[in-house]
Protein backbone atom coordinates (compact mmCIF):
# COMPACT_ATOMS: atom_id res chain seq x y z
CA UNK A 1 0.00 0.00 0.00
CA UNK A 2 1.31 3.58 -0.97
CA UNK A 3 1.64 5.96 2.25
CA UNK A 4 3.46 8.91 2.86
CA UNK A 5 3.31 9.59 7.08
CA UNK A 6 4.55 12.85 8.56
CA UNK A 7 5.34 13.17 11.62
CA UNK A 8 7.19 15.77 14.02
CA UNK A 9 4.71 18.51 14.10
CA UNK A 10 3.57 20.45 17.51
CA UNK A 11 3.37 23.41 19.22
CA UNK A 12 5.98 25.79 19.54
CA UNK A 13 6.86 29.48 20.79
CA UNK A 14 8.47 31.84 18.08
CA UNK A 15 12.20 31.13 17.50
CA UNK A 16 11.84 27.42 18.48
CA UNK A 17 12.43 24.59 16.24
CA UNK A 18 10.98 21.73 14.63
CA UNK A 19 12.03 18.52 12.83
CA UNK A 20 9.29 17.13 10.41
CA UNK A 21 9.61 13.31 8.80
CA UNK A 22 8.11 11.90 6.42
CA UNK A 23 7.85 8.18 5.93
CA UNK A 24 7.83 7.21 1.93
CA UNK A 25 6.19 3.60 1.32
CA UNK A 26 5.36 1.49 -1.55
CA UNK A 27 4.53 3.44 -4.67
CA UNK A 28 5.59 7.10 -3.79
CA UNK A 29 8.85 5.69 -2.33
CA UNK A 30 10.05 5.39 -6.33
CA UNK A 31 8.84 8.91 -6.89
CA UNK A 32 11.40 11.31 -8.92
CA UNK A 33 10.72 14.36 -6.67
CA UNK A 34 9.36 14.30 -2.95
CA UNK A 35 8.38 17.85 -1.33
CA UNK A 36 6.85 19.68 1.53
CA UNK A 37 4.16 21.77 1.17
CA UNK A 38 2.07 23.72 4.02
CA UNK A 39 -1.07 25.29 4.20
CA UNK A 40 -2.42 27.59 6.96
CA UNK A 41 -6.24 27.93 7.46
CA UNK A 42 -7.75 30.24 4.58
CA UNK A 43 -5.01 29.99 2.27
CA UNK A 44 -3.98 28.17 -0.62
CA UNK A 45 -1.52 25.24 -0.07
CA UNK A 46 2.13 26.08 -0.84
CA UNK A 47 5.06 24.14 -1.40
CA UNK A 48 7.96 25.43 0.56
CA UNK A 49 10.85 22.67 -0.08
CA UNK A 50 11.20 19.53 -2.56
CA UNK A 51 13.96 17.18 -2.82
CA UNK A 52 14.94 15.17 -5.94
CA UNK A 53 15.02 10.84 -5.42
CA UNK A 54 18.74 10.65 -5.30
CA UNK A 55 19.09 13.86 -2.69
CA UNK A 56 20.01 16.27 -5.60
CA UNK A 57 19.06 19.10 -6.48
CA UNK A 58 17.42 20.72 -3.61
CA UNK A 59 14.77 23.57 -3.94
CA UNK A 60 13.54 25.79 -0.95
CA UNK A 61 10.94 28.41 -1.04
CA UNK A 62 12.94 31.83 -0.73
CA UNK A 63 11.22 33.11 2.37
CA UNK A 64 12.34 30.59 4.41
CA UNK A 65 15.38 29.47 3.43
CA UNK A 66 17.82 30.77 5.45
CA UNK A 67 15.75 29.02 8.25
CA UNK A 68 14.02 25.77 6.58
CA UNK A 69 16.89 22.79 5.17
CA UNK A 70 15.14 19.84 3.32
CA UNK A 71 16.98 16.47 3.43
CA UNK A 72 16.45 12.85 3.62
CA UNK A 73 17.96 9.12 4.57
CA UNK A 74 20.17 7.23 2.80
CA UNK A 75 17.74 5.16 1.48
CA UNK A 76 15.45 7.66 0.63
CA UNK A 77 12.84 5.95 2.52
CA UNK A 78 12.57 8.83 5.07
CA UNK A 79 12.52 12.79 4.52
CA UNK A 80 13.02 15.63 6.82
CA UNK A 81 12.23 19.35 7.25
CA UNK A 82 14.30 20.88 9.93
CA UNK A 83 12.65 24.16 10.96
CA UNK A 84 14.56 27.02 13.10
CA UNK A 85 13.44 30.41 14.06
CA UNK A 86 10.07 29.42 13.68
CA UNK A 87 7.58 32.40 13.07
CA UNK A 88 3.76 32.59 13.78
CA UNK A 89 3.76 32.68 10.33
CA UNK A 90 4.48 29.29 10.22
CA UNK A 91 2.04 28.32 11.48
CA UNK A 92 0.04 25.64 8.93
CA UNK A 93 -0.90 21.84 8.31
CA UNK A 94 2.39 20.48 6.80
CA UNK A 95 2.36 17.80 4.32
CA UNK A 96 4.70 15.68 2.38
CA UNK A 97 4.01 14.54 -1.59
CA UNK A 98 5.68 12.53 -4.09
CA UNK A 99 5.76 12.63 -7.58
CA UNK A 100 5.44 9.73 -9.75
CA UNK A 101 4.24 11.28 -13.06
CA UNK A 102 6.21 12.48 -16.12
CA UNK A 103 6.24 15.55 -17.91
CA UNK A 104 7.41 18.91 -17.08
CA UNK A 105 8.47 19.50 -13.44
CA UNK A 106 8.08 23.01 -11.67
CA UNK A 107 8.72 22.00 -8.26
CA UNK A 108 6.81 25.10 -6.95
CA UNK A 109 3.59 24.04 -8.01
CA UNK A 110 1.14 21.73 -5.81
CA UNK A 111 -0.28 19.86 -8.90
CA UNK A 112 3.20 18.82 -9.98
CA UNK A 113 3.29 16.17 -6.96
CA UNK A 114 0.31 13.34 -7.19
CA UNK A 115 0.69 11.42 -4.05
CA UNK A 116 0.34 13.17 -0.27
CA UNK A 117 0.05 12.61 3.01
CA UNK A 118 -2.56 13.19 5.67
CA UNK A 119 -0.39 15.97 7.25
CA UNK A 120 1.22 16.91 10.71
CA UNK A 121 0.06 19.90 12.44
CA UNK A 122 2.60 23.06 13.29
CA UNK A 123 1.52 25.74 15.67
CA UNK A 124 3.81 28.66 16.53
CA UNK A 125 2.81 31.23 19.21
CA UNK A 126 3.78 34.65 19.45
Known amino acids: QAQLVESGGGSVQAGGSLILSCALS????????RAWARQAPGKEREVVAA????????YIMDSVKDRFTVSQNDTGHSMFLQMTSLKPDDTAMYYC???????????????????WGQGTQVTVSS
Open 51 to 58: IAYRGSPK
Open 97 to 115: ASRTIGGLYEWRKVEAYNF
Open 26 to 33: GYPYQGSY
